[in-house]
């Protein structure tokens, strides 16, 4: 810390012959220092704390001018650091903003780099979508950082027009095998408008979802996903789906929107089912797919057993050549038509895969390059040029006779388990055997269980008999494969008892943490409304006590998001201790009686004085809302229509004005009661209430309170 009366060193030299109670003071002076790593925004919040501390400190000790003294100098040292800290998250503000806007006019953002971002999201990234809609049209953008408004300029340019455009924002997750976009709109109909432009933006051809924030608002493209070289790019490196692999992925659809539905309700298991969900999700991304299933049960029961966890299909895998050469699809597959000249490039395509995974180094760039090119070929349709580059890709990788092609290596440095291409019934059921367990193994490899090396070695070791014909000493070699691997799984399953046994019991300190913030909350919340609410006999003292007390509310909602709900606690229980609203509200009491108008001259003053203020209290809402229609994008035109409401509601407050000013003149304070009545039924108020990206209620809310305060000190 750059001011010497803001370290716990300065107070130790300053208080050492002296007796304070100053733990709390101590600890605010550690937490500043300790919040210097954490960057600016937390130094601000540290900062509060150190001025909330000082204050009070202070205030024990009001005879003590020494202390006096130092106060004063810690107040202008936090002044200083707030001005440092603020220039400098402004500085970091601008930067971000400048590097954002150097790549603004960059076309590839909205092609070639869009394609490793769309990869990604196979892997379960999520990423920021904005979507520029013109009639049938539209323009993509996805991004791993939130889009801002200046990108707009860039879709439209892609888009070609200006005219009519809107932009609907949200999110790319992988979902029920498809890129699905979470939008903030109806989704019907977005999805082929979403498939065509990023097969215009990337020539990649993707299967596409759309969904509202409700999981039942969905809209599908209504293609089955696309196979060819690019999917088989993200199966290279995790491998084809395993039964518990698509159990999983397919049941969380359901699941999730569920649990998220009861941590939104609060519910007072909450920290348990996010102790849960958080080991399951760990579970599927190491692709630990049995642990991840025994969590997902255990979820599941928590939620009241909602979901049938019934396990689900494994998707076909590609047809692969027989010993004869011959490619025959799965017994469950659709039967290749041979007329139909992409079903017989993609039966071509996925016999060549499994060669060239395993093309040698020298050739695989080039092998690679042209599988690449003809699924581009093969997707637009032009089959005699997809088909003339698997000509080129069969000669690099010297494709002879129909052997079956390797199996893929296992994970590690050990070498490939080869099966025996014998045509023999003791070769084949190996090859089935020793088939049917290898994804089993490599998940109990990439594990990293020790008993993981036994297993690849015993796979290994069965592979070179088997190619020796000693077929009865392989396959007690896969026996004993089988016997580890059961008992990895027991394993698995023991894991993870114990690992949600452990979330349960450090959170059981969190549940009690969390229980009594929220009992404070509720407790306190009604008197803190009423103490902050702003009236127009409020003094400089009382403004002042009601930022700082914004301020300390605001630190507790912090702590609380952040789930550190035993600070939370403990920020509201001294609002409490210190009798801070009660103070405070009978200071506001005694201040609105003190200044109640006498008389209709002071009366009408007073409330052509207030009714002044409320303009500008709506004009904060309508800025907001402004910005928040250009940030959403479903607005053509944010500024005009906030202008309309302005000049609805000026309209309207002018009308009310006069009414008041003829019922005070009169006499009769029942004109109140009537206006009341007109602002809860006006059509553009009643709009403003269902606004999704703000709180309308704070347009009605101003002019009532504006009235009451009005009417209350009007009475006598």
């Known amino acids: ?87 400098e998250i402004e500085k970091a503000e601008k930067e971000a903003q400048e590097s954002e806007g150097e790549e603004e006019e960059s076309p590839t953002l909205l092609t070639t780099k869009m394609v490793p971002l769309l990869r990604e999201v196979r892997k379960g990234v999520v990423l920021k979508a904005m ?53 903030l709109t109806q989704a019907a109909g977005m999805a082929k408008k979403i498939k065509e432009a990023l097969l215009k933006q990337t020539e990649q051809r993707y299967k596409i979802r759309v969904r509202g924030e409700d999981p039942n608002d969905i809209d599908d493209d209504g293609e089955p996903a696309e196979s060819g070289a690019d999917q088989d790019d993200d199966e290279d490196e995790d491998g084809p789906i395993t039964a518990e692999q698509a159990q999983y992925e397919e049941k969380l659809v359901t699941l999730e929107p569920l649990y998220l539905k009861a941590m939104k309700e609060q519910r007072p298991d909450a920290q348990r089912l996010r102790g849960v969900f958080e080991f399951m999700a760990g579970k599927a991304t190491t692709r630990d797919w049995v642990g991840a299933l025994k969590s997902m049960a255990m979820l599941n029961t928590m939620l009241g057993n909602p979901v049938d966890l019934a396990k689900a299909s494994i998707p076909p895998a590609p047809p692969r050549p027989t010993a004869g050469g ?204 009423a103490a902050i609410k702003a009236s127009g006999s409020d003094s400089k003292d009382i403004s002042d006590r009601i930022a700082k007390l914004t301020q300390t509310w605001g630190r507790a909602s912090d702590a609380a998001e952040g789930e550190k709900y035993g600070d939370a606690a403990q920020i509201l229980q001294k609002l409490i201790d210190d009798d801070v609203l009660a103070q405070l509200l009978e200071a506001k009491r005694e201040a609105a009686a003190e200044s109640k108008p006498s008389g209709i001259v002071a009366q009408r003053k007073f409330m052509l004085e207030r009714w002044a203020r409320i303009p500008t209290e709506l004009g904060v809402e309508l800025q907001t809302l402004r910005k928040s229609l250009e940030s959403a994008g479903t607005d053509g035109n944010p500024a005009e229509l906030t202008d309309a409401i302005e000049a609805h509601l000026g309209k309207l407050l002018a009308d009310m004005q006069n009414q008041l000013d003829a019922g005070i003149n009169a006499g009769n304070m029942g004109v109140f009661k009537g206006l009341r009545q007109r602002v809860e039924t006006d059509s553009v108020i009643g709009h403003l209430l269902k606004a999704p990206f703000m709180n309308g209620s704070k347009f009605k809310q101003a002019t009532l309170d504006a009235m009451s305060e009005i009417e209350e000190a009007l009475t006598v």
């Open 326 to 529: 011959e490619v025959k699809p799965p017994a469950t597959a659709t039967p290749v038509d041979p007329n139909d000249p992409g079903q017989k490039f993609n039966t071509r395509l996925a016999a060549l895969l499994p060669r060239i995974k395993g093309a040698p180094p020298e050739a695989a760039t080039d092998i690679k390059l042209k599988v690449s090119e003809a699924g581009m070929f093969a997707r637009k349709k032009e089959f005699d040029s997809a088909n003339g580059l698997l000509d080129a890709v069969e000669k690099l990788l010297g494709q002879g006779g129909g052997a079956i092609p390797p199996a893929p290596p296992l994970p590690g440095d050990a070498p490939a388990v080869k099966p025996t291409a014998t045509g023999g019934d003791e070769g084949a059921a190996f090859n089935a055997r020793l088939a049917a367990l290898l994804p089993k193994v490599k998940e109990a490899i990439t594990s990293g269980r020790p008993d993981a090396q036994d297993i690849k070695l015993k796979v290994s070791e069965a592979g070179v008999l088997a190619r020796k014909k000693e077929f009865d000493t392989a396959n007690t070699m896969l026996a004993e494969v089988e016997q580890a691997l059961a008992k990895v799984q027991a394993k698995v399953e023991e894991d993870v008892e114990e690992g949600v046994a452990e979330t349960e019991t450090e959170e059981q300190t969190d549940d009690a943490a969390a229980a009594r913030y929220f009992e404070l909350f509720n407790q306190l919340e009604a008197d803190y409304l």
């Open 131 to 183: 979507i520029a809609v013109a009639g049938k049209d539209c323009v993509v953008m996805v991004s791993r950082k939130p889009i801002g408004p200046p990108r707009r300029k860039l879709l439209t340019t892609e888009l070609g027009t200006t005219s009519g455009v809107k932009f609907v924002t949200g999110e790319c997750i992988f979902e029920q095998n498809s890129h699905t976009f979470v939008l």
């Open 1 to 87: 810390m750059s001011n010497k009366y803001l370290t716990e060193k300065s107070w130790s030299d300053f208080s050492k012959k002296l007796d304070y109670e100053d733990k709390a003071w101590l600890k605010a002076l550690a937490a500043l220092s300790k919040a210097e790593k954490a960057g600016p925004e937390e130094q601000l919040k540290a900062l509060d704390e150190v001025q909330e501390e000082a204050d009070d400190l202070l205030k024990k000790n009001k005879a003590d001018k020494p202390l006096a003294a130092y106060l004063k100098d810690v107040d202008a040292a936090i002044k200083d650091e707030r001005k440092s800290l603020e220039k």
